[in-house]
């Protein structure tokens, strides 16, 4: 589907914000702190697991009461997700993973997709114009190679303490028995009905005789789905990449009803999940690590913090403007490197070690004031990089989750999977539904006379925004483990988690709450309307930012804290955002 844009509030600087701008319905709006009706915390020192909705996250701590590990419990939840939140992720999408032990041992792996080898920087190319991203994202030549499988099997090997087949349990019995529509899947499927129903098998799940989207509560069957899953768990993931499934994702690819496009079988025979090397940095007496590129949502994070250090934002308080002006400038210069040096590095230097340099964050840093703003600002010139690339235009993924689980042994799996748009492509293949993750590259291969770094190539892996992490304490103990769902504004989110849990001691919970501010391309500074931080705009205005506007967002972040509670005693609690029907679930 194309971008959601709040047409009477921005021009087109604001339209980055996409679908996490889409107005949620009022009864899924954060109200204070803890939203009327959410479900309980979730504390338990031998695990927990959050996720986006309940029953995901209730299939990852069944894992954790069978004596399965946090990878173990991970993958159960996102094949959980494929079935009850078929709009944001699932097996015809793809991820990345974060890892964290007692031990302070960190591991990160790339499970994003792959274009074809029948890609071109010109695919987005029709008669010579570019595609708009609206029209580029149905049917087959947005669709990359799935990964999540090959992620899931790669890092259960490595990781997973149960048998293979018993991840699956939960979601063959969802998708089987059914499960009920909730408000946020009956939201979408209203406004992204088009991509909802392009595809007959889509239609048959999620609509009725009449055309209409099923409303909230239909119990919906999925035995296609089941059937899927049934087959990968008894024979494995090669089983979803070869034989008769990857000739259904070819052939629904390349007969696709919008945008056909080639996809061999060879292409999903070879592609592979990879090991990365984690992104780390310091941030006051904490060490955060996130997942590198492709993903550039890390490094952004990253960025943003190491320029925040220098500003006492505890003393600030979150309920300053100031505080929120020096969030947003950071953002802003670290948007900008994000747009111009990150992309898949088996394909462009990207320069990883220069943007996470404390040197580099101190000269990015010294351009922020607290009395004025940057509004238009411009990419450094980090150690290590080449000017001879362009700047790229940001695309952003919106049809997204995170969740996380901490296991027994203090073990954590920070996952954010993505299908991109809501419901991908709109081609369904075996009951899920297929990506449109390659409209994550730049659509046009060049911009101001360069080739720019992020742009289609065959086998090369799309940038992302998203950002899993995990926060390791003074004390060498796992101390937050956090991600979120919403293409442009997941590293904001992360942020927004880490600096309110850490610098301004709100519980994750709160943390998540709180509204948000954040920059977008042109000047442009949202902030999140609906909550106590629409009434710093004027204040927000005066410190010289060109645009101020306020925003509805869709936004959708989960966590897991390491906190103490009675008698002192430490324990692990899950959080979910109160916009959401997430949860936190204990074994």
Not at 116 to 121: E, F, S, V, Y
Request: hydrophobic share 45%; proline share 8%.
């Amino acid at each position: 589907m194309a971008f959601r844009f709040v047409r009477s509030l921005a021009p087109a600087a604001l339209l980055v914000l996409a679908q996490a701008c889409a107005p949620l319905p009022n009864a899924a709006r954060p109200t204070t702190a803890r939203a009327q009706g959410a479900p309980p915390l979730a504390a338990d020192e031998t695990g927990v697991v959050t996720a986006a909705d309940p029953r995901a996250a209730a299939a990852g701590a069944e894992m954790l009461r069978l004596g399965g590990s946090a990878t173990d419990a991970a993958i159960a939840t996102m094949l959980a997700l494929t079935v009850v939140e078929p709009q944001s992720s699932g097996i015809g999408g793809g991820g990345f993973l974060v890892t964290a032990d007692a031990s302070g041992k960190v591991e990160s792996y790339d499970g994003r997709e792959m274009a074809p080898a029948a890609a071109t920087p010109d695919w987005f190319k029709v008669d010579g114009k570019v595609l708009d991203h609206g029209d580029a994202v149905p049917g087959g030549r947005s669709v990359g190679v799935p990964g999540n499988l090959r992620l899931a099997a790669l890092v259960h090997a490595r990781k997973g303490k149960l048998p293979w087949r018993v991840l699956f349990g939960p979601a063959i019995r969802l998708a089987g028995d059914g499960f009920a529509i909730t408000p946020r899947l009956a939201s979408t499927l209203s406004f992204a009905s088009g991509i909802a129903g392009l595809d007959p098998a889509g239609r048959a799940l999620f609509f009725g005789a009449d055309g209409a989207p099923l409303p909230v509560g239909t119990v919906v069957r999925n035995p296609a789905l089941a059937a899927t899953f049934e087959k990968i768990a008894a024979l494995g993931a090669d089983s979803f990449y070869l034989g008769d499934n990857a000739k259904a994702i070819a052939v629904k690819v390349g007969t696709a009803p919008r945008n056909p496009a080639p996809m061999s079988t060879a292409d999903l025979a070879g592609y592979k999940a990879k090991p990365r090397d984690p992104v780390c940095g310091r941030y006051r007496v904490w060490r955060v690590c996130s997942m590198g590129p492709p993903s550039a949502g890390g490094v952004t994070v990253l960025q943003t913090l190491g320029m925040l250090e220098r500003f006492d934002l505890k003393a600030l308080g979150g309920a300053s403007p100031t505080a929120w002006h020096l969030i947003a400038e950071a953002e802003r210069l670290a948007f900008a490197d994000r747009d111009t040096w990150l992309a898949d590095p088996d394909y462009a230097p990207v320069p990883t070690a220069g943007l996470i340099d404390p040197a580099y964050f101190a000269a990015r840093s010294a351009l922020i004031s607290d009395k004025a703003a940057i509004n238009n600002a411009a990419p450094g010139m980090p150690a290590g990089a080449r000017d001879s690339l362009a700047m790229a235009a940001p695309i952003h993924e919106h049809g997204t989750t995170h969740f996380a689980a901490v296991d027994r042994w203090g073990n954590a799996a920070s996952y954010t999977s993505t299908i991109e748009s809501a419901f991908g492509s709109g081609l369904v293949v075996g009951g899920y539904f297929l990506n449109n993750e390659l409209t994550d590259f730049n659509l046009d291969p060049t911009r101001n006379g360069k080739t720019t770094a992020n742009r289609v190539e065959a086998g090369k892996r799309p940038r992302s925004s998203m950002s899993p992490v995990v926060v390791y304490g003074p004390d060498g103990h796992l101390r937050l483990i956090v991600g979120a769902a919403g293409g442009y504004t997941i590293p904001p989110q992360v942020i927004r988690v880490i600096i309110g849990t850490l610098d301004w001691n709100l519980p994750a919970r709160e943390a998540i709450a709180q509204g948000i501010v954040m920059p977008a391309p042109g000047g442009t500074l949202a902030v999140e309307a609906g909550t106590p931080l629409a009434a710093m705009v004027p204040a927000l205005q005066s410190l010289g930012h060109a645009r101020v506007v306020a925003v509805p967002m869709r936004l959708k972040a989960n966590a897991i804290e390491w906190v103490p509670g009675e008698n002192g005693k430490y324990h692990w609690v899950g959080a979910a955002d109160p916009r959401s029907e997430g949860a936190s679930v204990s074994p």
